[in-house]
């Protein structure tokens, strides 16, 4: 809309139903638009918590062994192990001991040490194995980055202030001139 004094701009957005909004204040002169300050805080609010619904966090995954395993079940484990970790997961690998396996923790550690190293290209081992009470565990973090959520069928992704280009309910930037104090806008 040009270059204005602060007052008339003031005038301009109060008559149009706007805020007037300071978006570049370094400029020369300070440009500024005019827009309906609470649409554009509640678009904010609610294009942070869609993107905050669609990130994904790490999970903490368990895998439970037994000494006794067996090869076919060892390996689906390993398996089952190695999907999670390229999903960016943690992992927990305990070994459960039942009555007289207790007072053979070297088989556990076998196990847990020979599972570490099934799964040593896809996570690193962060804690060596250790007893507490009837189990042993190690804990294996991923070496991949989390995958994000396919958007379901329907769903838009998500676009930024910056490809949307304007802003829902935005008028256009008013360029300002400096010839008064700005007033400061308030989010309510």
Same mark, same amino acid.
């Given at each position: 809309m040009g270059v204005m004094p602060t007052l008339d701009a003031l005038r301009l957005a109060?008559?149009?139903?706007?805020?007037l909004v300071e978006v570049a204040?370094?400029?020369?002169?300070?440009?500024?638009?005019?827009?309906?300050?609470?649409?554009?805080k509640y678009e904010l609010a609610k294009r942070d918590k869609e993107a905050k619904r669609k990130s994904r966090?790490?999970?903490?995954?368990?895998?439970?062994?037994?000494?006794?395993i067996g090869q076919g079940d060892f390996d689906t484990k390993v398996r089952r192990a190695i999907e999670f970790l390229e999903?960016?997961?943690?992992?927990?690998?305990?070994?459960?001991?039942? =009555? &007289? +396996? @207790?007072?053979?923790?070297?088989? =556990? &550690? +076998? @196990?847990?040490n020979k599972f570490a190293d099934q799964v040593k290209d896809h996570g690193a081992l962060e804690r060596a194995p250790l007893l507490e009470g009837k189990s042993m565990h190690i804990t294996i973090a991923s070496t991949h980055k989390p995958k994000q959520r396919e958007p379901a069928a329907g769903e838009k992704p998500p676009t930024t202030q910056a490809e949307a280009g304007e802003v829902e309910g935005?008028?256009?930037?008013v360029a300002?001139?400096?010839?008064?104090?700005?007033?400061?806008?308030t989010g309510e």
């Amino acid at each position: 809309m040009g270059v204005m004094p602060t007052l008339d701009a003031l005038r301009l957005a109060q008559e149009r139903g706007y805020d007037l909004v300071e978006v570049a204040p370094t400029a020369s002169p300070p440009v500024t638009r005019l827009l309906d300050y609470g649409q554009y805080k509640y678009e904010l609010a609610k294009r942070d918590k869609e993107a905050k619904r669609k990130s994904r966090s790490v999970e903490f995954k368990e895998i439970r062994l037994k000494p006794k395993i067996g090869q076919g079940d060892f390996d689906t484990k390993v398996r089952r192990a190695i999907e999670f970790l390229e999903e960016g997961d943690r992992i927990k690998v305990a070994v459960q001991f039942r =009555g &007289r +396996e @207790l007072t053979h923790p070297h088989l =556990g &550690r +076998e @196990l847990l040490n020979k599972f570490a190293d099934q799964v040593k290209d896809h996570g690193a081992l962060e804690r060596a194995p250790l007893l507490e009470g009837k189990s042993m565990h190690i804990t294996i973090a991923s070496t991949h980055k989390p995958k994000q959520r396919e958007p379901a069928a329907g769903e838009k992704p998500p676009t930024t202030q910056a490809e949307a280009g304007e802003v829902e309910g935005a008028a256009p930037a008013v360029a300002v001139d400096a010839a008064g104090p700005m007033p400061a806008i308030t989010g309510e």
